[in-house]
């Protein structure tokens, strides 16, 4: 049953503030993740694109704006996998995983702890490539992994959404956003 209370484990970053526009990416995030929930896929989508077009910030966004949909939230730096490792251990202290002797060990305790749980969003954020994340992720479950990459071959992967930059009346309203100036003053549309 949903408690709608938002997660009661997370490492989730602030939200940012100054976010806007992108209504339809993350419509379209929540349909993908949300449309086959079975424990022998794992639902998981897979945001790409050029390096500074605001794929971690959208992410970030649906994490906070659909944060009522899971109990737990776990953001991950995917750069490094030793620090995705490190990032998977801290996790399974959280939940109660016994000390291992190493974090592979933890980290793999963990994931497969998820796979009997629902209500879980895990963000590997920066991953290069799928091979990247190998061992990293849950066997299944019925839970949900979202990533960002500048790798566009997720296909196989993952539900992939392509982000460019923003259009033009998003950007406006970001600008608008950042400087304060609600009445449009100064910014031609």
């Excluded at 949300?34 to 694109?49: E, F, I, K, Q």
């Excluded at 895990?122 to 290069?128: E, P, Q, R, S, W």
């Amino acid at each position: 049953p949903l408690s709608g209370d938002g997660p009661k484990i997370t490492n989730l970053p602030s939200r940012n503030l100054n976010f806007s526009g992108r209504d339809g990416q993350l419509l379209n995030l929540h349909d993908n993740l949300h449309a086959g929930r079975t424990a022998v896929v794992l639902p998981t989508a897979a945001v790409h694109g050029l390096g500074g077009v605001g794929k971690t910030q959208l992410v970030l966004e649906y994490a906070h704006r659909f944060a009522s949909d899971y109990d737990l939230i776990w953001w991950i730096s995917a750069e490094q996998p030793t620090s995705a490792t490190a990032t998977l251990a801290e996790l399974a202290q959280r939940l109660g995983i016994p000390q291992a002797a190493n974090q592979d060990e933890m980290a793999a305790g963990m994931l497969e702890l998820l796979r009997g749980q629902a209500r879980w969003l895990l963000v590997y954020d920066n991953a290069d490539s799928p091979a990247q994340l190998s061992g990293l992720l849950p066997p299944g479950g019925c839970g949900h992994v979202l990533v960002t990459s500048r790798w566009s071959a997720w296909g196989a992967q993952a539900s992939p959404l392509e982000l460019d930059v923003l259009v033009r009346a998003e950007s406006i309203e970001f600008l608008r956003r950042r400087t304060g100036t609600r009445d449009g003053n100064g910014l031609a549309a």
